[in-house]
T-cell receptor
Framework: AQSVAQPEDQVNVAEGNPLTVKCTYS??????LFWYVQYPNRGLQFLLK??????LVKGSYGFEAEFNKSQTSFHLKKPSALVSDSALYFC????????????FGPGTRLSVLP | EPEVTQTPSHQVTQMGQEVILRCVPI?????FYWYRQILGQKVEFLVS????????KSEIFDDQFSVERPDGSNFTLKIRSTKLEDSAMYFC??????????????FGPGTRLTVL
């Protein structure tokens, strides 16, 4: 079975500093990995995904994520955080053997302090 | 930019009543999904739907739940007899027509269901 862990419930970072939101996964074979962001009273918005190829993927709003197969991780990063980045971030995994069923992590609340 | 829409934004119902949650997926998408998020918990897959039938469902999706595409635009989730534990945010999502596992799913804003 697939599973996703986000080891930090909350991440605080000062505006202008780099941010990292961590994600590790467990799946047999090669995963497809996704990051979504949820703003208050809004649905989940797609940020980026890893399918294959270059381990560093770039997405919306200046975010990027690095796939590390040996560490089974897919950490979300941004070089310079903005206050408007404050939101709930979800990592998700899918796999050909499990169809279209996305398995989400528990979410990490990011607070960017001015 | 096309988006998934959901109505109502908030539904309050009495235990034992039937509710129907509505979604309008992105128009050229053919794969549709329902997820739920109980307050403070993670987003959980309920069901996927393609070509007018369920393609996958989780163990949460028991006989009390059903889905339907009654016309060319709407996708509905029905809960026949609501329980207190059905209180959650329900998200509809859709994805591109080939339904591959690597296609991102586009989510609606959710319907908050409160069962009293």
């Amino acid at each position: 079975a697939q599973s996703v862990a986000q080891p930090e419930d909350q991440v605080n970072v000062a505006e202008g500093n780099p941010l990292t939101v961590k994600c590790t996964y467990s799946v047999s074979g090669n995963p497809y990995l996704f990051w979504y962001v949820q703003y208050p009273n809004r649905g989940l918005q797609f940020l980026l995904k890893y399918i294959t190829g270059d381990n560093l993927v770039k997405g919306s709003y200046g975010f990027e994520a690095e796939f590390n197969k040996s560490q089974t991780s897919f950490h979300l990063k941004k070089p310079s955080a903005l206050v408007s980045d404050s939101a709930l971030y979800f990592c998700a995994v899918s796999h050909d053997n499990y169809g279209q069923n996305f398995v989400f992590g528990p979410g990490t609340r990011l607070s960017v302090l001015p | 930019e096309p988006e998934v829409t959901q109505t109502p934004s908030h539904q309050v119902t009495q235990m034992g009543q039937e509710v129907i949650l509505r979604c309008v997926p992105i128009s050229n998408h053919l794969y549709f999904y329902w997820y739920r998020q109980i307050l403070g918990q993670k987003v959980e897959f309920l069901v996927s739907f393609y070509n007018n039938e369920i393609s996958e469902k989780s163990e949460i999706f028991d006989d009390q739940f059903s889905v339907e595409r009654p016309d060319g635009s709407n996708f509905t989730l029905k809960i026949r007899s609501t329980k207190l534990e059905d209180s959650a945010m329900y998200f509809c999502a859709s994805s591109a027509e080939d339904g591959s596992s690597y296609n991102e799913q586009f989510f609606g804003p959710g319907t908050r269901l409160t069962v009293l």
